[in-house]
């Protein structure tokens, strides 16, 4: 059973998207603003998800540009990062948003404007599409900036939960990248 939740996530995570997003005015009618914007980007990170992993996509062709054509990223790996890495940092953000500080919303918010940059970097020096590209710029860019925009208008977006935000988004893109680059290393070693 957990090898078919590990190859078939994106799938139900896409579909589960979409009822959220359907539900999203019910849920969030009596939300503060900064709790809205950060649910929002939990159904909008799925949409992202589902470009990116649909038919593995995105562990191929990760593997063949950063792992060089070594298997760095395995389905479980994918897994773990997207479930833990990203549904789990939402749903922590909204209840961190909701019952401590506004401010940990932007934890959200910075996980898909740093996704956004690293696509966009990515396509840069690959010269290409790469899985998730579109829904990366179409989506986290413009919510992203009017996010960042209204937390800070709200008085919910001060110095150090930008700081917070990008340091956690930036902590997580990065453990990604140095997880594969030490698998890389070690499977170039054998």
């Known amino acids: 059973m957990f090898d078919r939740l590990v190859h078939n996530w994106v799938y139900g995570g896409f579909l589960a998207g979409l009822a959220l997003l359907a539900l999203y005015p019910l849920l969030a009618e009596h939300w503060s603003e900064p709790l809205r914007l950060t649910f929002l980007f939990l159904p909008i990170y799925i949409v992202h998800q589902y470009e990116e992993h649909d038919a593995d996509r995105f562990r191929l062709f990760f593997n063949r540009t950063i792992g060089g054509g070594r298997e760095v990223l395995k389905p479980a790996a994918v897994f773990i990062i997207n479930i833990f890495g990203v549904w789990c940092v939402i749903v922590a953000a909204c209840y961190l948003s909701a019952n401590v500080n506004p ?15 690293v696509h966009a970097v990515h396509a ?12 990366a710029l179409v989506l986290f860019s413009p919510l992203g900036a009017y996010s960042v925009m209204r937390f800070d208008a709200l008085g919910a977006g001060g110095l150090a939960w930008q700081a917070t935000g990008v340091g956690v988004a930036i902590s997580i893109h990065a453990a990604i990248i140095a997880y594969a680059l030490r698998r890389r290393a070690a499977l170039a070693a054998t």
């Not at 401010?103 to 940059?117: D, K, P, Q, R, S």
């Not at 840069?124 to 829904?135: C, E, M, V």
């Open 103 to 117: 401010g940990f919303g932007l934890i959200a918010v910075y996980l898909a404007v740093v996704n956004a940059v």
């Open 124 to 135: 840069i020096a690959f010269r290409g599409y790469n899985p998730g590209l579109a829904t």
